[in-house]
């Protein structure tokens, strides 16, 4: 197989890749045989080692959350592998390179294309496995915490599910960049590893009230960025939690979107409630992201720091137990498809 500008490897026409028909729950998954991608001109094509399993991944399995136009309609939204292929207009990257990458779909499959700008080089001293589970979570947080939510060293931030993949990574860099971190758990095992992080302080939803915890610890001023998954009888109570000028960043609805507010509240505090979905976001943007990324994230990556945390790994014939996991609530950390 080869592309009219001779920049791809001789490899077989099709590949393996993950479907899940109409959607529905995880059994709906299954593994079937179609043909390989082939890059446009701005694109790249990897052979696939390792993909990243989220929840953008469970919502659209479940038929709730369909691609954006144009976008792949497999499963996956980040993977480690080596190129195979590049577009004519490709100068950045070339055949052999080994790379991790943000992908607007199509991530559980043996190939996949992704525009250039969301591709990157694997960080030196990483391997293909922690490489797999950097794209989706550090090129959300980043953007929220640090494009959109302004935050700054010295600022308080609570960060709501602090076990999952999105909440490890913000207590991370929220310490490297000098802020101070609260978050949010479920269980004693998660608090633990969670403060194993550097959170400064962990609240288990379970037993005690956030609201009450943040106005006992901030002598009432309340913090300054909340990064929200919750959404639902969360909205409320994080408006209730910010200090004046304080802002309130949603990357998800895990309890829906949908809730009442005192608007009043955002009024007198000059809060700024904003947030961002990274799927339909231009190329344009996520290739800033992973320039600003590649900048001041991955010379941290490189010194063994703000490094992923790894649940569990599971081969592709296995996908249905990975999403078994996510739905459990149970893991901490990524939980990864070995593919290659």
Not at 17 to 27: K, R, T
Request: hydrophobic share 40%.
């Amino acid at each position: 197989m080869i592309d009219i500008q001779g920049k791809m490897k001789k490899m077989e026409n099709t590949m393996r890749v993950v479907v899940h028909g109409e959607g529905g729950p995880a059994s709906v998954m299954k593994i079937a045989e179609v043909e390989i991608p082939t890059p446009s001109t701005h694109q790249v094509l990897i052979k696939v080692l390792v993909a990243g399993v989220n929840r953008p991944d469970v919502f659209q399995r479940s038929g709730s959350y369909p691609p954006p136009p144009g976008a792949s309609p497999y499963l996956g939204l980040e993977v480690s592998g080596e190129v195979v292929a590049i577009g004519g207009q490709v100068t950045q990257f070339k055949v052999g390179d080994q790379v991790c990458a943000l992908t607007p779909g199509g991530g559980y499959a043996q190939y996949c294309v992704t525009d250039v700008g969301s591709c990157l080089h694997i960080p030196r001293g990483l391997s293909m496995l922690q490489a797999a589970a950097l794209p989706e979570n550090y090129f959300t947080v980043w953007s929220n915490l640090f494009h959109m939510g302004h935050l700054q060293p010295k600022e308080t931030i609570l960060i709501h599910g602090g076990s999952s993949g999105i909440g490890i990574t913000a207590i991370q860099l929220a310490k490297a960049f000098g802020a101070t971190a609260m978050t949010t758990v479920g269980n004693s095992e998660k608090k633990l590893a969670c403060e194993k992080l550097g959170a400064d302080e962990v609240f288990n939803y379970k037993e005690e009230d956030f609201v009450e915890r943040v106005k006992a610890i901030t002598q009432k001023k309340g913090v300054d960025v909340i990064l929200d998954m919750v959404g639902g009888s969360y909205i409320q109570r994080n408006i209730n939690s910010l200090a004046i000028d304080g802002r309130l960043l949603q990357v998800a609805f895990l309890e829906g979107s949908k809730a009442a507010l005192d608007v009043q509240m955002i009024m007198r505090k000059r809060l700024t409630y904003t947030g961002a979905t990274l799927r339909p976001r231009s190329e344009e943007q996520k290739a800033q992201i992973a320039h600003d990324l590649m900048q001041h994230v991955w010379p941290l990556l490189e010194q063994g720091k703000c490094l992923p945390v790894i649940d569990s790994v599971y081969p592709l014939n296995e996908v249905i137990k990975a999403h078994e996991r996510m739905e459990s609530s149970a893991h901490i950390g990524k939980i990864m498809l070995q593919v290659g």
